[in-house]
């Protein structure tokens, strides 16, 4: 669906998007580097406190003296939404601008990334507790059943395996008897820059990466386990069942890998459905190489020099 730029000066924000294990964080660095910015992250689970293997946070080696935003500052014990997420980012983004520092937007969580930059509109419409608690019951194939059955168009393009934003949907769907067209209303004068590696590339990444983080995984999913509900467990990412699974003796270290690994190569389908979609995102070739780095830079440089 178009999108209507709002008129008058907006910041310029550079937003560096793909999947998962993709080398947005590597990029997203680069760039800050190069162009005095500072990262933003929009990821739905680096946000939490306790998942910094399991989430794949940066570490602050990786990071490069480059200032992060919005990693692990919330409690696990409360799911943080994207309404809140918009908010915290909004207020961040002002005050670089006041910095002169540029904001560069790193994450793979397309709802954040269109949310904010996109102006994505959100239907007002108010919890319903009596629902939700309902709703909380059900595992997310049942969810998608139901959201199926009462708004098509809405289920086509959601995360069938997101329980939060299903139930969401859900909710807004029996208010307002569907879910709205889409709209949105952009606030920011946005370059997107995409990422996404071959395909046998990144399964390979994404097993060494499984194998490599696998004992602090455990670690964390141990550590985190007593602050979590049974909804916050499948809330906070795929991993997290799974781990606990083979906590409690019922996989193999083996089982435990390859769920592991398939879940989330399915999630790098997921991402890649949402960003797909998007006609404006600039694609970006033979990354990590220096070739790729140095065509996201001159893209970004001719961005930031443009005036509005």
Do not use: C
């Amino acid at each position: 669906m178009p999108i209507q730029q709002v008129q008058g000066k907006q910041p310029k924000i550079i937003a560096v998007v793909g999947p998962t294990a993709s080398g947005k964080t590597a990029l997203g660095i680069f760039l800050a580097q190069k162009l005095n910015g500072e990262i933003i992250s929009a990821d739905s689970r680096q946000i939490y406190k306790g998942l910094s293997s399991i989430a794949r946070v940066p570490s602050k080696k990786e990071r490069a003296g480059i200032p992060h935003h919005l990693l692990e500052f919330a409690s696990p014990k409360r799911l943080y939404s994207s309404g809140e997420f918009v908010l915290d980012a909004k207020k961040i983004i002002q005050k670089l601008e006041q910095k002169k520092k540029l904001p560069i937007v790193v994450g793979g969580t397309g709802f954040y990334t269109d949310t904010l930059l996109r102006g994505l509109q959100l239907p007002q419409v108010p919890p319903n507790k009596k629902l939700r608690t309902q709703l909380e019951k059900k595992t997310a194939p049942q969810l998608f059943a139901i959201l199926k059955k009462i708004d098509k168009r809405s289920a086509a393009r959601i995360d069938a395996k997101n329980p939060p934003r299903l139930i969401r949907a859900i909710e807004i769907a029996k208010y307002l008897g569907k879910v709205p067209e889409i709209s949105y209303k952009p606030e920011y004068d946005v370059l997107w820059l995409g990422l996404r590696p071959e395909a046998k590339i990144h399964e390979k990444n994404i097993h060494a990466g499984v194998t490599k983080r696998l004992n602090k995984m455990l670690a964390e999913a141990k550590k985190i386990r007593p602050l979590l509900s049974k909804k916050n467990v499948t809330a906070l990412g795929f991993e997290l069942k799974p781990l606990l699974d083979y906590l409690d003796e019922k996989t193999t270290k083996k089982e435990l890998v390859e769920t592991l690994v398939r879940e989330e190569l399915g999630y790098v389908k997921r991402q890649w459905r949402w960003f797909k979609r998007r006609d404006d995102i600039h694609w970006v070739k033979n990354l990590p190489a220096r070739a790729g780095k140095t065509e996201a830079l001159r893209l970004s440089k001719k961005f930031t020099a443009t005036k509005l």
